[in-house]
């Protein structure tokens, strides 16, 4: 098993920048490729970022590449989502999730799932 809790989301104004994170507990942390999805009111969760189990290797969905960046520590056990140049359109619950086999942007390829945090960016 391994517990996933979200931090770092709130009200922003467009244009800024906010950093989530995401504390893990439970099984060795550097087993596990993570990713950062998030959900719109009315919308289905998409993927945001993903990062390899190392941290050697980052894939990013098309709509933040350039302005979010993902990282992990493995050492702490925690994962960032750095997000720059925030726009409204961005706003949503932002989930960090973990997989054993696989990285990339199938939300039915993650195996644990945290809570997620609010993120809202006003025009």
């Known amino acids: 098993q391994v517990q996933l809790v979200e931090s770092g989301g709130g009200l922003v104004q467009a244009g800024g920048s906010l950093r989530l994170s995401c504390a893990a507990s439970?099984?060795?942390?550097?087993?596990?490729?993570m990713g950062w999805f998030r959900q719109a009111p009315g919308k289905e969760r998409e993927f945001v970022a993903a990062?390899?189990?190392?941290?050697?290797?980052?894939y990013y969905a098309d709509r933040v590449l350039g302005r979010f960046t993902i990282s992990r520590d493995n050492n702490k056990n925690t994962m960032a989502l750095q997000m720059n140049s925030l726009k409204p359109e961005d706003t949503a619950v932002y989930y960090c999730?973990?997989?054993?086999?696989?990285?990339?942007?199938?939300?039915?390829?993650?195996?644990?799932w945290g809570q997620g945090t609010q993120v809202t960016v006003s025009s």
């Open positions: 999730a973990a997989s054993r086999t696989y990285m990339g942007g199938e939300t039915s390829r993650y195996d644990y």
């Open positions: 439970g099984r060795t942390f550097s087993a596990y490729a």
């Open positions: 990062i390899r189990w190392t941290g050697s290797r980052t």
